[in-house]
C-alpha cells in the first residue's frame, strides 16, 4: 500500500484535508468516536495490566523469599545450617537470611482440634525476609522468642475459639506434646495457608525433639533478577536452591499470557476502529469524485490527491487517538480511586490496580494514526488513480 510521501506536506493538501474533514461532519464523527472509543479501552486495558504486573512484582519483591533451600537429597533437614548461612552472607546482593523448621501439629483448645502447619523461626530474621508486623492484628511476631508462645491466624484463632493469652495444646504423632500461649494473631498474606502458625526455633525443635537443624532457608536478594545464579551458587554445595522463578512460575505465566492476550484484543480493538476510518474515507472518495477530477484537471497531481486523503485519514486518527486519550485517562483515574476490592486467597481484599504511563499514551495515539493511515491507503489509492475527464463528468 502506499504510504505518504517523505516530502513536506503541502499547504494545499492539508487545505483541501481539512476542508474535508469539516464538511462531512457526521462522517467525522463517526470516525472519531470510534478511535476514540478504541483508544480509550486500550488505554484502560493497558494501565490495568501494567497496574497487575506491578503488583505481581510488589509480592515478589515485598512477601516472597528470592531463594529457597532445603536440605540435601537423603537428608531430612539442613545440619549445620549456620555454616550455610555463612557462605549464603558470601554471595553479592544477599540482604536477609531466614532459617526456619517445619512441621505439622495438632492444635487442642477444650474440645476444639485443628491440624495445623506449625513454622520455627527466628523472629527479626523471619521479618526482615516477609514482613509480617505489617499483618499482624494483636500482639508482635518477637513475642514467640520468649518461652513457649505460639502466633496464629485470625481465621485459625477463630475456628479454635481461642483468644490473646490463652493456651492451647499442641501434639503430634512422634512429637513432644507441649502447652503453648497464644502471644498473637495475624491476617495472612496473599498467598498463604490460613491454617499457618508460627512458634520459635527452639520450640519447633523442642517439640520435634531435634537439635541445631532447619528444614529450609530464606534468602532475599536486593536484585530479584540474581535469584538464579544465587540459586546455582548453593547447588554447587548439594543444596537444592529454587529461585523465585522456579518456585512461583505461574507468576510469570501468567504475566506473560496475560500481556499477550491483552496486545491482541487491544490490536484488534484498533484495527476495527482504524477500518471504520476506511470506510469514511472510501465514501468520501466515492462523493468527491467530480471535486477530484477538477484538481487533476487544474494541475493536481497524483500523488497530491493521495496525499490529501491519507492526511484526512491521519488526522481523523490523531483526534481520535487525543480525544480517546482523555477519556482514557478520565476513566483510569477514576478506578485507580473507586472503592472496588477483589476478595484474595488469603482473605485480604486488593484494590484495582492502575498505574497511568506517558509511554502508553504515545504508543497508542502513535498506532491509532498510522493504523488510520494504513486504513485509509486504499480509498487513497484509489483516487489517485482516476482519470480526471470521467472523473468531472461522474
Keep these: 500500500m502506499p504510504d505518504l510521501p517523505r516530502s513536506i506536506v503541502s499547504a494545499f493538501e492539508l ?8 464538511y462531512r461532519k457526521r462522517g467525522t464523527l463517526l470516525s472519531v468516536a470510534a478511535i476514540a472509543l478504541a ?9 490495568m ?3 497487575f504486573r506491578d503488583m505481581l512484582f510488589d509480592v515478589i519483591i515485598e512477601d516472597l523469599p528470592h531463594v529457597t533451600v532445603t536440605p540435601k537429597e537423603g537428608d531430612d533437614y539442613i545440619y549445620l545450617y549456620h555454616s550455610l548461612a555463612d557462605r549464603i552472607w558470601d554471595i553479592p546482593g544477599v540482604v536477609a537470611v531466614s532459617a526456619s523448621l517445619g512441621t505439622s501439629a495438632t492444635f487442642t483448645y477444650k474440645e476444639n482440634v485443628e491440624n495445623v502447619a506449625m513454622s520455627g523461626v527466628d523472629p527479626e530474621d523471619f521479618e526482615s525476609i516477609y514482613h509480617l508486623e505489617e499483618y499482624m492484628i494483636k500482639g508482635d511476631l518477637i513475642s514467640v522468642q520468649s518461652g513457649k508462645k505460639v502466633i496464629l491466624g485470625k481465621k485459625l484463632s477463630e475456628r479454635l475459639k481461642v483468644k490473646m493469652g490463652q493456651t492451647i495444646y499442641a501434639s503430634f504423632p512422634d512429637a513432644r506434646g507441649t502447652s503453648l500461649m497464644v502471644s498473637g494473631i495475624f491476617d495472612p498474606p496473599v498467598g498463604w495457608q490460613d491454617d499457618l502458625t508460627i512458634v520459635s526455633l527452639e520450640t519447633a525443635r523442642s517439640f520435634l525433639n531435634e537439635g541445631d537443624v532447619a528444614s529450609n532457608v530464606d534468602i532475599r536478594l536486593e536484585d530479584i533478577y540474581q535469584a538464579d545464579a544465587a540459586a546455582r551458587s548453593l547447588q554447587d554445595y548439594g543444596y537444592k536452591a529454587d529461585s523465585w522463578q522456579k ?8 504475566l506473560a499470557i496475560e500481556t499477550f492476550e491483552n496486545n491482541l484484543i487491544m490490536l484488534l480493538i484498533l484495527i476495527i476502529a482504524s477500518f471504520g476510518v476506511g470506510s469514511v ?20 497531481k497524483r500523488q497530491s490527491i493521495m496525499n490529501i486523503f491519507l492526511i484526512e485519514s491521519g488526522l481523523l486518527g490523531l483526534m481520535g487517538g487525543a480525544v480517546g486519550a482523555v477519556l482514557g485517562l478520565a476513566l483510569s483515574l477514576y478506578l485507580g480511586n473507586l472503592e472496588f476490592s477483589m476478595e484474595a486467597p488469603g482473605g485480604q481484599k486488593i484494590t484495582l490496580p492502575v498505574v497511568i504511563s506517558l509511554e502508553s499514551f504515545l504508543v497508542i495515539i502513535i498506532a ?9 491507503s486504499y480509498p487513497a489509492y484509489k483516487a489517485s488513480r482516476l482519470d480526471p475527464t470521467q472523473a468531472i463528468n461522474a
Excluded: C, W
Design 39 to 47: 483508544v480509550s479501552i486500550s488505554l484502560v486495558s493497558i494501565f
Design 368 to 376: 491509532a494514526i498510522a493504523l488510520s493511515i494504513i486504513a485509509g
Design 281 to 300: 474515507m472510501y465514501l468520501l472518495v466515492n462523493e468527491k469524485t467530480s471535486e477530484i477530477g477538477m484538481l487533476m484537471a487544474m494541475g493536481a
Design 49 to 51: 495490566m501494567d497496574g
Design 15 to 22: 487545505t483541501v484535508a481539512m476542508r474535508h474533514i469539516i
Design 247 to 254: 518456585l512461583y512460575p505461574e507468576i510469570l505465566e501468567t
